[in-house]
């Protein structure tokens, strides 16, 4: 057999976190799916990248020259917006429109009754950064004014004199014709040419001038960084292969992934890709395990992000906002919340425990991590009350827990509590901020979480699930096999997208149907092309038709599929009923039978899609008899009132499909850990997935092993497994 011949096929996931970089690689021939972590490196996030290549590859004892492919889910972008260091960075728009970033909306954080309070956010571009070039055309694109090149040249000059190099250009209605940006950008070229241009026509060529013009500076904004970074990565790839180039793909945030080559170019849809990933991995664990409402719960070193899922796909939205930076492109509907493990307790001027949004992320970390931290977080109260182990990875990263007590002990004491009340009730506070941050993408929604089973993952996504479970009276968790890695795992399940849109305003007894064909034709060769370029055979290309519709005077729309086929009356029917339909869904009425509401279109869009294989999740039968015997017991607080009781430690990996736990016990495996409070049961499904469902609470608080078949069911007394 020849070398070449002797190559596997490996496909690589890595999902850059604040705390840690997961990994997955996925064997295409045989199906195996390996797993692992590694110390994330914010200095150079880079550096993370590349361990966790080559610690994967070891695990297989596989070479970069068996690497197919990587795909990535990065925080670059994300952490940039979130801590507001944007550089020097300057807007070139409309004369007569300087101050459009100033008026921006009228929306006010948190209602009305707090407006006295409420400062508006500093703007992404200093006022006197922004310069303004003649010309003009109206919504349909006609030129009202020709493009006035002097005032360009003189704006161009400007910039370069003053040092500014990252520039964004939105052009009052250049989604109708965009002939203007681009002179503006040729002139930029010549000009100025280390600029760094982003056109508000190549980023969003949809209506609305402020949230188009804010789209289009975080593009800008992002993309030096985002540039350097992923080509930093593209080229230490290689070191894998001896100068063979590997294809790279970078999570966007709509669900799909893009070339590093082309990301480049789109940077702002990177916005949330870490987020994005996790949601669509835990969709398809979710689905395959029979779940169609799910709500997800990626709980990490910094922050924890949730998700809605329904029939086995997270929920889209194109009204995200990144930090302060509204961002109105396609994105999963994801929330953020600062209740990752490395969030920080403190005491407010007033004297309350608080918990978060703060980080000390993982550099120095928590307290128990031993390297210099110096406030108690998440990680240490849970460390010290018996719900993790005295390590994390498996042993690979011991804990200082006596480090950890001295610092929660020492809060403890400011605020006048004793030890366990104080622990427990940081614990409590972040199960809380959790919970608000699950009801903001569920009951905001109209959705009714009862309904709804949650599925954790990520480092610390399942260490309050119990108290999520009780606090919105969820159905149950489900926990799948290394959840510490669903993100990484999840990029191993995405296919390539692009998204384009195009704004056509017309009412539905005025639509142009041979406009709206065309339009859609339009946006497909667009998708089409970037396909092609990516490498996809035209049979394989999938395009999918969406169209965002309002009634009359409405400000926002709501989304519909348009399915394939000629646009004709009938079609605009059956787009308008689907859009009554929806409207119904989402604000409980609709006008279908009330001629004087008429419809209205407003956006036209195309989703270009290139159709991966996805791993296959691996079935297990159901054991006939199970039994543990004998496992290690720690002291585990789950309520500061009834203080600590010896707890059974399951190791994961001893679980098979059909046994069954009753809480309390704590299970373990290399990257996460489950406390199972008293009250709750838990049954391993033939995806070895954990389902954790409240039981009725037994006066003994019995900790029982149970077989499929009830002839063969054991139970314990507290404390035993058998």
């Not at 799916?33 to 994330?40: D, E, I, N, Y």
């Amino acid at each position: 057999m020849t070398q070449q011949a002797a190559r596997r096929r490996i496909r690589i996931g890595i999902d850059t976190g604040g705390t840690f970089t997961d990994v997955v690689a996925l064997d295409e021939e045989t199906g195996e799916l390996v797993t692992t972590k590694t110390p994330s490196t914010p200095d150079n996030p880079a550096d993370g990248f590349i361990d966790g290549v080559g610690k994967v590859l070891a695990l297989m004892g596989a070479t970069g020259a068996d690497i197919t492919a990587v795909s990535h889910g990065t925080t670059v972008a994300t952490n940039k917006l979130l801590e507001g260091k944007v550089e020097a960075l300057g807007f070139i728009t409309t004369e007569g429109y300087e101050f459009i970033l100033e008026i921006a909306r009228q929306s006010v954080p948190d209602g009305y009754g707090n407006s006295y309070f409420w400062v508006k956010p500093p703007r992404i571009v200093p006022a006197d950064a922004v310069r303004t070039v003649g010309g003009r055309v109206d919504f349909q694109g006609n030129e009202i004014r020709p493009f006035d090149e002097a005032s360009a040249v003189a704006a161009a000059r400007w910039f370069r004199d003053h040092g500014i190099t990252t520039i964004g250009v939105c052009f009052l209605h250049s989604y109708a014709d965009d002939t203007h940006e681009l002179a503006m950008r040729a002139v930029l070229r010549r000009e100025h040419p280390d600029a760094i241009v982003s056109i508000s026509s190549e980023v969003l060529r949809e209506y609305r001038e402020y949230e188009r013009s804010m789209t289009t500076l975080v593009d800008a904004a992002v993309k030096p960084n985002v540039s350097r970074y992923v080509r930093n990565i593209h080229e230490r790839l290689d070191q894998f292969t001896g100068g063979a180039e590997i294809p790279f793909y970078v999570m966007k945030s709509n669900g799909g992934v893009l070339s590093a080559d082309e990301v480049v170019h789109q940077p702002i849809t990177t916005v949330l890709s870490g987020p994005a990933a996790g949601a669509l991995g835990a969709a398809l664990i979710a689905q395959r395990a029979g779940f169609a409402k799910v709500l997800t719960c990626d709980g990490g070193g910094t922050s924890t992000d949730v998700s809605v899922v329904l029939g086995g796909e997270p929920t889209l939205t194109t009204e995200g906002t990144v930090g302060a930076y509204p961002s109105k492109i396609p994105m999963i509907d994801v929330v953020t919340v600062g209740a990752g493990g490395g969030s920080i307790a403190w005491i407010s001027p007033e004297g309350s425990l608080k918990v978060g949004p703060h980080s000390a992320g993982a550099d120095p970390g928590p307290l128990c991590y031993g390297k210099g931290g110096t406030k108690p977080t998440i990680t240490d109260a849970h460390v010290t009350l018996g719900r993790i182990p005295p390590h994390l990875l498996g042993g690979e990263i011991p804990l200082d827990v006596e480090a950890a007590r001295l610092g929660i002990a020492s809060l403890a004491e400011d605020l006048h509590l004793d030890y366990e009340r104080c622990a427990t009730g940081i614990l409590e506070i972040s199960a809380w901020n959790q919970a608000n941050a699950l009801r903001q993408v569920s009951v905001k929604r109209g959705l009714d979480v009862r309904d709804f089973m949650l599925t954790t993952f990520g480092g610390s996504g399942s260490l309050l699930a119990c108290r999520l479970v009780d606090i919105l009276g969820l159905a149950g968790v489900v926990v799948p096999p290394n959840p510490g890695n669903v993100s990484a795992f999840g990029l191993l399940t995405v296919d390539v997208k692009n998204d384009y849109v195009q704004t056509a305003v017309a009412r539905q007894d005025a639509l142009d149907l041979a406009a709206v064909e065309k339009t859609f034709a339009s946006l497909t060769g667009r998708a089409a092309a970037a396909l092609d370029k990516e490498g996809f055979d035209r049979a394989d290309h999938q395009y999918v038709r969406t169209a965002d519709l309002r009634y009359f005077g409405q400000a926002y729309e709501v989304r519909v599929t348009c399915p394939e086929g000629t646009v004709d009356e009938a079609y605009a029917a059956r787009v308008a009923d689907a859009f009554h339909d929806e409207h119904r869904v989402l604000y409980g009425y609709d006008f279908r039978d009330d001629p004087r509401q008429q419809v209205e279109w407003v956006n036209l869009r195309v989703s270009g899609i290139g159709p991966i294989t996805r791993p296959e999740i691996p079935l297990h039968d159901p054991a006939g008899w199970w039994a543990l015997a004998d496992p290690p017991h720690r002291p585990v607080c789950f309520d500061a009132d009834e203080g600590y009781r010896p707890t059974p430690i399951v190791d994961r990996s001893d679980l098979v499909a059909g046994a069954q736990l009753s809480g309390p016990v704590v299970i373990e495996e290399f990257g996460s850990t489950v406390p199972v409070h008293p009250g709750f049961t838990v049954r391993v499904d033939e995806y070895l997935n954990l389902v954790i469902t409240r039981s009725t609470p037994l006066a003994s608080a019995d900790l029982g092993v149970l077989a499929p078949n009830d002839a063969d069911v054991t139970t314990a007394t507290e404390g035993e497994v058998r």
